[in-house]
């Protein structure tokens, strides 16, 4: 989630500052155990890309990873908060699931792999993957997600940087990181604080998951 990637819940793309460079450090996965169904494709697909050929333009488009668990018989997933002074104090419907863009030519669930890991420091654990489907931002952007699940402790989150030029104008460069911090959220509170256009993730996610035991 690069801040070039990032959609601000007024619309638009943030473009500001240089190119980043990116480092990160990848920490031990967490074994999990459990399935989820899992297909190859969600029936939001069709749709996505029917509305995107409707807007006559090509959409850039993101890949990410919704992590679940379930505490006490309650649903939770992992949300990440973006980096850097322009959500440094933004909340409500600025979190997002862990996800990178996709350049034309690469495999998604690789670009989505590789942005979980860089974005919070941990590989995704092994297991299903259940597609998710796409939605589209404000700013036009699609993004593509898939559920996976597995543990996650937030203080040991350590995310890839950007460089900026920070405050506008002033000729310094700062540097950010790209996910400032990821947390554990039951449905209810996550909807209050991702981007709009992503809850439908956590609905599909609900509505595909059997009961809890």
């Not at 690069?2 to 819940?9: I, S």
């Not at 505490?71 to 862990?98: C, I, M, Q, T």
């Amino acid at each position: 989630m690069a801040l070039e990637e990032v959609d601000p819940p007024w619309g638009g793309s943030v473009r500001s500052g240089p190119a980043p460079r990116h480092r990160w450090s990848i920490g031990r996965s967490t074994d999990t155990s459990g399935a989820v169904p899992s297909s190859p494709r969600g029936p939001w697909h069709d749709d996505a890309v029917a509305e995107g050929r409707r807007r006559g333009a090509a959409p850039r488009v993101s890949a990410g990873i919704l992590l679940w668990r379930r505490r006490e018989g309650r649903l939770e997933v992992l949300l990440a908060h973006p980096g850097g002074p322009f959500f440094a104090r933004k909340d409500a419907g600025v979190w997002s699931v862990p996800k990178g863009e996709v350049e034309p030519g690469k495999d998604p669930i690789a670009v989505a792999r590789r942005e979980f890991a860089e974005e919070t420091g941990h590989e995704l654990p092994e297991g299903p993957m259940l597609d998710l489907g796409e939605v589209r931002q404000r700013g036009g952007k699609l993004v593509r997600a898939w559920a996976v699940q597995g543990d996650l402790d937030p203080a040991s989150a350590r995310s890839n940087t950007f460089e900026l030029e920070w405050p506008p104008r002033s000729g310094r460069i700062q540097t950010f990181p790209e996910v400032d911090r990821v947390e554990w959220f039951e449905l209810d509170e996550a909807r209050e604080r991702i981007n709009p256009a992503q809850a439908a993730f956590l609905d599909r996610l609900a509505d595909s998951l059997p009961p809890a035991a």
